[in-house]
């Protein structure tokens, strides 16, 4: 199974911070890796496919970059609606995996 | 716009069983994949199950092999997780999830299951 890690597991900034975290891949995925958004109570949202493509009506302040092993996840501008856990998931190969997930405050 | 329900969600005994449903509407059910992915209170997403469009591949995590089966209705545009001799590891919020070019684009709002005596 590809191992996800993902770092940090938590982060406190402000408004306005550029915020950044990564996750590392066990082994090489190539492209296959996607962000997820969840806020307490809800289902995961899709912010990030294929390492850096942004879905369809998300923020551009939100965005993604990698390939291979490392990966990072950046929001440009933290908005106080950021406030959220943050996964990372690659889809190169079955079991699907994620990340340990990031909370993100303010 | 897409739509998944989850239901089927409830307490049971250690070593019962339940079965899951999700309603899909909004798009054409029979043209993707589909998943099953969990989250027990307070940890992180865990991948459960699997299954393409036509039935042909299923996948599943080997904490659930041999417990759990997949299944779908492409005519009734629903989705289905048997769960056979469940654990109280088995605790968790149950989502469907639309798989779109390998990623998966839409989550339902999920059912919670909880295993408890």
């Known amino acids: 199974d590809i191992q996800m890690t993902q770092s940090p597991s938590s982060l406190s900034a402000s408004v306005g911070d550029r915020v950044t975290i990564t996750c590392q891949a066990s082994q090489d995925i190539g492209k296959y890796l996607s962000w997820f958004q969840q806020k307490p109570g809800k289902a995961p949202k899709l912010l990030i496919y294929?390492?850096?493509n942004l879905e369809t009506g998300v923020p551009s302040r939100f965005s993604g970059s990698g390939s291979g092993t490392d990966f990072t996840f950046t929001i440009s501008s933290l908005q106080p609606e950021d406030i959220a856990k943050y996964y990372c998931q690659q889809y190169d190969n079955v079991p699907l995996t994620f990340g340990g997930g990031t909370k993100v405050e303010i | 716009q897409v739509q998944l329900v989850e239901s089927g969600g409830g307490l049971v005994k250690p070593g019962g069983s339940l079965r899951l449903s999700c309603a899909a509407s909004g798009f054409n059910f029979s043209d993707y994949y589909m998943n099953w992915i969990r989250q027990a209170p307070g940890k992180g997403l865990e991948w459960v199950s699997y299954?393409?469009?036509?039935?042909?591949?299923?996948y599943y995590a080997d904490s659930v092999k041999g417990r759990f089966t997949i299944s779908r209705d492409n005519a009734k545009k629903s989705l289905y997780l048997q769960m056979h001799s469940l654990r109280v590891e088995d605790t968790a919020v149950y989502y469907c999830?639309?798989?779109?070019?390998?990623?998966?684009?839409?989550w339902g709002l999920g059912t919670l299951v909880t295993v408890s005596s």
């Open positions: 294929d390492a850096s």
């Open positions: 299954i393409t469009s036509s039935y042909n591949i299923i």
């Open positions: 999830a639309r798989e779109s070019r390998g990623k998966i684009d839409y």
